[in-house]
């Protein structure tokens, strides 16, 4: 075998061969790869047998007054799908699920579409209360539930003070954040004292998807098609992950990781797209262009994370994988809109090195949110 391999090379080995690639270490900062390693399956279904601890990052949570508020129009589908139960526990009954599946910690936060949609007052309430709802749990079942605070990013200046009020007196992780606020994104520098802070207490900013704004809708999403494919489309089928991806280029080239090198962003579903455009990206969107200090790929595999959050896709993790590398890839189950059973299968499954799977189940978690 080549001492070098390139990116098309490892995929093709492993869909067209057959054959296991434990890619052990092999990936640095998105680099090529500098040497496969052929694990013998046999090996391999005992490595994905043994029992490692797993750390679930995009797990989600809802309240009362959540649900009579800016989660109603979520009520109705979660209750259809049989969910709200599961979404609205934060005890035995969300602990059993996680120990029939082998899930041993979950990074709690509040379900979309949080309250990045209300105005600052209403925000400011919501938040506060939910996350002191939140810290009770946490404080019940320290081993088990760990925090990320909801924000009112309307109110910068407040949202930055609920984060630190959560990170220094509840121990919360980081904070999540739902997409843009009322059409107004992150580069905006209106919302940068929330960056700001968020880099001084060495906190991530967990940046999960959202609707698009009306007006995209209207103007990209509606077509010949029925209002339920049009809704769709707008939300999990497409619109929610092209928004993160959006939304995380703009914060890049708003030059807001110069400002705030340490600032670290998390994002779900395996990238969000972001990775199969990545060679493009740099391509394209020139340091000569953008002025900015680093290539845009070294924002992407330098401050952001990337959980998979019920994209158990083996295919788009190893495109993840070989541009970022394993010490950027978080487990996740999406629960309770994510199976956690399938999500732990998924990567016992995973075709990566002992080492990585390591990484990917709970190392990388301990080391970003010190846990």
Request: proline content about 6%; aromatic content about 8%.
């Given at each position: 075998?080549?001492?070098?391999?390139?990116?098309?090379?490892?995929?093709?080995?492993?869909?067209?061969?057959?054959?296991?690639?434990?890619?052990?270490?092999?990936?640095?900062?998105?680099?090529?790869?500098?040497?496969?390693?052929?694990?013998?399956?046999?090996?391999?279904?005992?490595?994905?047998?043994?029992?490692?601890?797993?750390?679930?990052?995009?797990?989600?949570?809802?309240?009362?007054?959540?649900?009579?508020?800016?989660?109603?129009?979520?009520?109705?589908?979660a209750q259809a799908t049989g969910v709200l139960d599961q979404?609205?526990?934060?005890?035995?009954?969300?602990?059993?699920?996680?120990?029939e599946a082998g899930i041993d910690v979950?990074?709690?936060?509040?379900?979309?579409?949080?309250?990045?949609?209300?105005?600052?007052?209403?925000?400011?309430?919501?938040?506060?209360?939910?996350?002191?709802?939140?810290?009770?749990?946490?404080?019940?079942?320290?081993?088990?539930?760990?925090?990320?605070?909801?924000?009112?990013?309307?109110?910068?200046?407040?949202?930055?003070?609920?984060?630190?009020?959560?990170?220094?007196?509840?121990?919360?992780?980081?904070?999540?954040?739902?997409?843009?606020?009322?059409?107004?994104?992150?580069?905006?520098?209106?919302?940068?004292?929330?960056?700001?802070?968020?880099?001084?207490?060495?906190?991530?900013?967990?940046?999960?998807?959202?609707?698009?704004?009306?007006?995209?809708?209207?103007?990209?999403?509606?077509?010949?098609?029925?209002?339920?494919?049009?809704?769709?489309?707008?939300?999990?089928?497409?619109?929610?992950?092209?928004?993160?991806?959006?939304?995380?280029?703009?914060?890049?080239?708003?030059?807001?990781?110069?400002?705030?090198?340490?600032?670290?962003?998390?994002?779900?579903?395996?990238?969000?797209?972001?990775?199969?455009?990545?060679?493009?990206?740099?391509?394209?969107?020139?340091?000569?262009?953008?002025?900015?200090?680093?290539?845009?790929?070294?924002?992407?595999?330098?401050?952001?994370?990337?959980?998979?959050?019920?994209?158990?896709?083996?295919?788009?993790?190893?495109?993840?994988?070989?541009?970022?590398?394993?010490?950027?890839?978080?487990?996740?189950?999406?629960?309770?809109?994510?199976?956690?059973?399938?999500?732990?299968?998924?990567?016992?499954?995973?075709?990566?090195?002992?080492?990585?799977?390591?990484?990917?189940?709970?190392?990388?978690?301990?080391?970003?949110?010190?846990?």
């Amino acid at each position: 075998m080549r001492k070098e391999m390139n990116r098309r090379d490892f995929l093709n080995a492993t869909a067209v061969t057959g054959a296991l690639f434990l890619a052990g270490d092999i990936l640095q900062k998105g680099g090529l790869a500098q040497g496969l390693v052929k694990v013998p399956k046999a090996e391999a279904s005992e490595v994905s047998r043994r029992t490692i601890r797993t750390i679930t990052l995009e797990e989600h949570f809802a309240t009362p007054a959540f649900l009579k508020g800016p989660g109603a129009q979520i009520k109705g589908r979660a209750q259809a799908t049989g969910v709200l139960d599961q979404l609205c526990d934060l005890g035995e009954r969300r602990i059993a699920d996680m120990d029939e599946a082998g899930i041993d910690v979950q990074v709690l936060s509040l379900t979309t579409p949080g309250v990045d949609q209300l105005d600052a007052t209403e925000a400011e309430k919501l938040a506060h209360d939910t996350n002191d709802i939140l810290a009770d749990a946490v404080r019940r079942h320290p081993t088990r539930f760990a925090g990320f605070a909801t924000l009112p990013t309307a109110s910068p200046e407040a949202a930055a003070h609920e984060l630190d009020r959560m990170v220094r007196e509840h121990g919360f992780k980081g904070a999540v954040i739902n997409g843009h606020n009322r059409g107004r994104y992150l580069d905006d520098k209106f919302f940068w004292p929330i960056l700001e802070r968020a880099e001084a207490l060495q906190v991530p900013l967990y940046l999960h998807p959202t609707k698009p704004p009306r007006p995209v809708i209207e103007a990209s999403y509606r077509g010949n098609y029925t209002a339920e494919v049009t809704n769709l489309l707008t939300a999990s089928g497409w619109g929610w992950h092209i928004e993160t991806a959006i939304h995380t280029l703009r914060l890049i080239l708003s030059g807001a990781f110069d400002r705030y090198p340490r600032l670290q962003l998390i994002i779900g579903h395996l990238g969000e797209g972001l990775p199969f455009m990545l060679p493009r990206l740099d391509r394209i969107l020139t340091m000569a262009l953008t002025k900015l200090q680093r290539p845009i790929s070294a924002y992407l595999r330098e401050n952001v994370y990337y959980t998979i959050s019920g994209f158990n896709f083996t295919p788009a993790f190893l495109d993840l994988f070989s541009e970022v590398g394993a010490h950027r890839i978080i487990f996740s189950a999406d629960y309770p809109y994510g199976s956690m059973s399938e999500a732990r299968q998924f990567l016992e499954q995973l075709p990566v090195s002992p080492a990585d799977k390591e990484r990917i189940a709970h190392g990388n978690a301990e080391l970003l949110l010190r846990l």
